[in-house]
């Protein structure tokens, strides 16, 4: 089992700048992605906001490709958002996500619990 600790959400004003964390800790392994995602009011479903691979690679929705920088320190197995430039629309619940490969060949998926960034003047 994976445990996920998020933190860093908080209030700021447009314009402004976060900086996310998600501590992952338990039955990790090495081949595996960690992302955040999130879900705006009123909204339904989570999308994507980036996520990276243990390999490397990393992918950002259009709407934030410039502003947030994902980036990872795979000593301590966390991972970091950092969000530049935030606007109004940015507000949502963040979720870390995080998939481990183990040794059957099963992706296991975890979430966090959620961190609320509002973006208000």
């Known amino acids: 089992q994976v445990q996920l600790v998020e933190s860093g959400g908080g209030l700021v004003q447009p314009g402004g700048s976060l900086r996310l964390s998600c501590a992952a800790s338990?039955?990790?392994?090495?081949?595996?992605?960690m992302g955040w995602f999130r879900q705006a009011p009123g909204e339904e479903e989570r999308e994507l906001v980036a996520t990276g691979t243990s390999g490397g690679t990393v992918i950002y929705a259009t709407s934030v490709k410039g502003r947030f920088t994902l980036s990872r320190d795979n000593g301590k197995n966390t991972l970091f958002l950092q969000m530049e430039s935030l606007k109004v629309e940015d507000t949502a619940v963040y979720y870390c996500?995080?998939?481990?490969?183990?040794?059957?060949?099963?992706?296991?998926?975890?979430w966090g619990q959620g961190t609320q960034v509002t973006v208000s003047s």
């Open positions: 338990g039955r990790i392994f090495s081949t595996n992605t």
């Open positions: 996500k995080r998939e481990d490969y183990d040794p059957s060949s099963v992706w296991l998926t975890t």
